[in-house]
């Protein structure tokens, strides 16, 4: 008999999730720096494996998050434990939410950053508890284009590679908003790009 259970379904791996700015110089609690001493099996992006590397004990298992995520997912579902790194708040649009949704009887535990709309209105002094957040990361433009209609006053927005800030500037142009101002951050946190 074929068994086509979910990866989710045949394991119920515990997920740590950290999150991390683009920093090459982290500063962690305690608690966090004996999670991740006492870790033996660690996932993340590339970019977060370059920022991590020195942090890692020795001997430990790395699995990349890459697309097709079903396999990783699969990798997840042999273990007991991942200690997982993503950027900023894993619980605001990051992964910490994906897992949630792929692994839902997992243990989840969460120890979040700053995410990168806050590190923005950090770095450029603006007040941000008004800030109607809104996702374009492979996502379609309708939110964009609901805040804009409900004449919101300032709009934090995640892009992507084909929803960037030139774009959103085009596209909010062409449909008449002309009425904001448009600070734009990038690799907030990261020495090498300030």
Same mark, same amino acid.
């Given at each position: 008999?074929?068994?086509?259970? +979910?990866? =989710? ?20 609690? %305690? ?6 001493? %006492?870790?033996?099996?660690?996932? $993340?992006? *590339?970019?977060?494996? #370059? ?7 020795? @001997? ?9 995520? #079903?396999?990783?997912? =699969? ?5 007991? #434990? ?11 649009? $990051?992964? =910490?939410?994906?897992? *949630?949704?792929?692994? &839902?009887?997992? #243990?989840?535990?969460?120890? &979040? /950053?700053? +995410? ?13 508890? +008004? ?10 433009? *309708? +939110? !964009?284009?609901?805040? !804009?209609?409900? @004449?919101?006053? %300032?709009? @934090? ?6 929803? /960037?800030?030139?774009?959103?500037? %085009?596209?909010?142009?062409?449909? $008449?908003?002309? $009425? ?11 020495? =090498?790009?300030?």
């Amino acid at each position: 008999m074929h068994n086509n259970l +979910n990866p =989710a379904e045949m394991c119920k791996p515990k997920f740590i999730v950290i999150g991390i700015s683009d920093s090459h110089v982290q500063y962690f609690s %305690q608690e966090i720096q004996q999670v991740v001493s %006492q870790g033996r099996v660690f996932s $993340g992006g *590339k970019r977060h494996h #370059e920022i991590m590397l020195p942090h890692l004990p020795e @001997g430990c298992c790395w699995i990349d998050i890459t697309v097709p995520l #079903e396999a990783v997912y =699969a990798q997840y579902a042999n273990q007991q #434990e991942v200690i997982v790194f993503a950027s900023g708040d894993p619980l605001f649009y $990051g992964f =910490a939410t994906t897992l *949630k949704r792929q692994f &839902p009887k997992s #243990e989840l535990k969460v120890y &979040p /950053t700053f +995410n990168s709309l806050q590190s923005l209105a950090h770095k450029a002094c603006l007040p941000y508890h +008004n800030m109607t957040a809104v996702s374009l990361t492979g996502r379609p433009w *309708k +939110n !964009l284009d609901a805040a !804009l209609i409900e @004449g919101r006053q %300032q709009i @934090g927005v995640l892009t992507d590679k084909t929803k /960037t800030p030139d774009a959103i500037a %085009q596209r909010m142009l062409q449909y $008449g908003y002309t $009425g904001y101002v448009m600070t734009v951050g990038e690799r907030l946190g990261n020495e =090498a790009h300030e």
